[in-house]
């Protein structure tokens, strides 16, 4: 029995292991495909490392402007208080600028501002 079974497995493995003529161009369209996908996915990663050199050398000169600009950019005019040097006794012109008044304004209106900026200050608020 071992005999007569030996020959049939032959066979059987004989043409499993047998590949057709036309299997061969499907694993090289396979190949092929993937060396195409390899080359895109390549110039791919070029595209976007030498855009981003050109980028970084575009930056250098921008990030100076931007910075010249900022620093023209005083912080005391994005603030509404006085921020400057004091001097040893105040003057009428300093005093306005600490409360954010005109140097002419009347009494009405300093009483006003001092009072505003006493209720921000206050350390009882909130």
Do not use: C
Request: aromatic share 8%; glycine share 12%; no cysteine.
């Amino acid at each position: 029995m071992e005999g007569a079974a030996a020959p049939s497995e032959g066979v059987r493995y004989a043409e499993y292991a047998r590949v057709p003529a036309g299997a061969g161009k499907g694993q090289a369209e396979l190949d092929r495909g993937l060396a195409r996908t390899m080359i895109a996915v390549g110039l791919g990663i070029a595209t976007v490392a030498f855009a981003g050199r050109y980028a970084f050398h575009l930056w250098k000169p921008l990030e100076q402007a931007i910075t010249e600009t900022a620093k023209r950019i005083s912080t005391s005019s994005l603030s509404s208080y006085y921020k400057g040097g004091f001097e040893q006794k105040m003057s009428r012109r300093e005093a306005s600028l600490t409360l954010g008044v005109s140097p002419s304004a009347g009494k009405a209106k300093i009483r006003t501002a001092h009072r505003r900026i006493m209720i921000l200050n206050h350390p009882d608020k909130g």
